[in-house]
Nanobody, 120 residues
Framework: QVQLVESGGGSVQAGGSLRLSCAIS????????LAWFRQPPGKEREGVAV???????NYADSVKGRFTISKDNAKNTLYLQMNSLKPEDTAMYYC???????????????WGQGTQVTVS
């Protein structure tokens, strides 16, 4: 069973930075998609960034140029570096893992519990 534990959220002023981490345990060497999602207050969950097994990345237009997704395979950890934060980035941020056959059917296999990011 894969378990995901996020950390690094908090409160920051606009223009500031935060780095989110997601510790992944129980994962085999399968080629997973690793992603960050967020859910702003009163809104639906949305995709933020994704990285595949080859290291290719993709970002939501709203965060391009400000956020960077990365992974450390040796540490089984996923990261999200968030710079130039805006109040509209305020949300609960979730780490997510999906097998390729799930990802291409818009299915997430595993979710973390979330970490709150508040930008004022």
């Amino acid at each position: 069973q894969v378990q995901l534990v996020e950390s690094g959220g908090g409160s920051v002023q606009a223009g500031g930075s935060l780095r989110l981490s997601c510790a992944i345990s129980g994962r085999s060497n399968e080629n997973y998609f690793l992603a960050w999602f967020r859910q702003p207050p009163g809104k639906e969950r949305e995709g933020v960034a994704v990285i595949d097994s080859d290291g290719s990345t993709n970002y939501a237009d709203s965060v391009k140029g400000r956020f960077t997704i990365s992974k450390d395979n040796a540490k089984n950890t996923l990261y999200l570096q968030m710079n130039s934060l805006k109040p509209e980035d305020t949300a609960m941020y979730y780490c997510a893992v999906a097998r390729p056959d799930s990802w291409y059917r818009d299915i997430i296999d595993y979710w973390g519990q979330g970490t709150q990011v508040t930008v004022s």
